[in-house]
């Protein structure tokens, strides 16, 4: 028996390739539609909690993420060198002066969404324009005083201001100023103090220092705890993990310290951001605000926040996270002084650590 076709299935054959061709064209759009869902995520945060987040919005969206994972310098400098052939649609950084440096260079692109109007409270934004607004806070972090209560008493570091207290001479540890978290509270302090004031205070700070500023905000805690110091700053969220910590001397740190939220009495806590901006040169900018607005959803927050044991930046969203209830809790008063005015003011403090010898 022969294996050729027959006559009629070649007729059928060759038909419906015919068909499968004319209608290739018609086809395309939906192709290139189910290739399209797929988000390209730029960030610096590197924490379990955000799988859950990137997985849940992949499955209620079907948006796929493919990521780049980075510190906040890579990815800017990521960002510049590819310049429009960028396929970043959706940049996550750790800091409102980074996420303000960035916006400088022209790296974002405003967007409008009614969703994140309501969810995100103004202050923890970049400033508005005709066109939208370029990057949103999602979580948020305070820039609280530890102490030695052997050495310093609570009412001599209620606040900011008192760190250049001369009482203080010897016993203040800092990292760098030229940090963005220093950066970001010096610039927040002297928006209020005035430049004259606000340079006498950095001037201050400097002469009440145990040491050269050096390492990180968990170096400066251990310091305090060890007697290198007797008072420094840290964001809660380096103190929460010493809390959240198994290890004994990490346990011997949290038992040795004591914590302070600056200006309660005041003008309240400085508070920064982990946020999120749409790339410059988004080809899908659809899905980059479908992302941005489930970021700010109670579910999002939730993980994001805690992820970094950090606090919610959406209005109403609570978390129970008791590593942060056992160093304060989330009741304490917040600075309101919007980070995008705070962030006009970062190249002038520089300048102005420069001048006082803050290394």
Not at 82 to 87: D, K, L, M, Y
Request: proline share 6%.
């Amino acid at each position: 028996m022969s294996n050729r076709p027959s006559p009629l299935r070649r007729r059928f054959v060759q038909g419906t390739l015919a068909a499968l061709t004319l209608a290739t064209p018609l086809l395309m759009p939906v192709i290139a539609a189910a290739q399209d869902k797929v988000l390209h995520l730029y960030s610096a945060r590197h924490y379990p909690g955000d799988e859950v987040i990137y997985d849940t919005f992949t499955r209620t969206t079907g948006i796929a993420i493919k990521r780049v994972d980075s510190d906040d310098a890579g990815i800017v400098a990521r960002l510049r060198a590819e310049g429009a052939a960028s396929p970043a649609d959706v940049v996550l950084l750790v800091d409102a002066a980074r996420m303000a440096a960035a916006d400088a260079q022209g790296l974002f692109r405003p967007i409008r969404s009614a969703k994140l109007d309501a969810a995100i409270p103004p202050e923890l934004r970049a400033a508005r324009t005709p066109e939208g607004v370029t990057w949103t806070g999602f979580s948020t972090r305070a820039r609280v005083i530890v102490y030695d209560p052997l050495r310093v008493k609570a009412e001599d570091v209620a606040t900011y201001e008192q760190l250049a207290d001369p009482k203080l001479k010897g016993l203040l540890c800092t990292r760098s100023g030229s940090h963005p978290y220093n950066l970001s509270l010096f610039a927040t302090v002297i928006e209020r103090m005035g430049d004259e004031k606000g340079q006498a205070w950095l001037n201050g700070l400097v002469a009440n220092m145990a040491r050269p500023p050096k390492g990180g905000d968990t170096d400066q805690i251990r310091a305090v705890a060890s007697g290198e110091c007797g008072v420094a700053l840290t964001n809660s969220y380096y103190l929460a993990r010493l809390v959240k910590s198994d290890k004994p001397e990490d346990r011997t740190v949290i038992e040795r310290v004591r914590v302070v939220f600056p200006n309660q009495a005041t003008t309240g806590t400085h508070i920064n951001i982990a946020g999120a901006a749409v790339a410059r040169h988004t080809k899908n900018l659809d899905a980059a605000v479908q992302f941005m607005e489930f970021l700010a959803s109670p579910f999002a927050q939730d993980y994001f926040a805690n992820g970094n044991n950090e606090y919610p930046a959406a209005r109403g969203v609570k978390i129970d996270n008791p590593a942060l209830k056992a160093i304060g809790g989330d009741a304490f008063k917040r600075e309101t002084i919007p980070l995008a005015v705070v962030a006009k003011n970062l190249p002038k403090v520089q300048q102005m650590l420069d001048r006082a010898g803050y290394k």
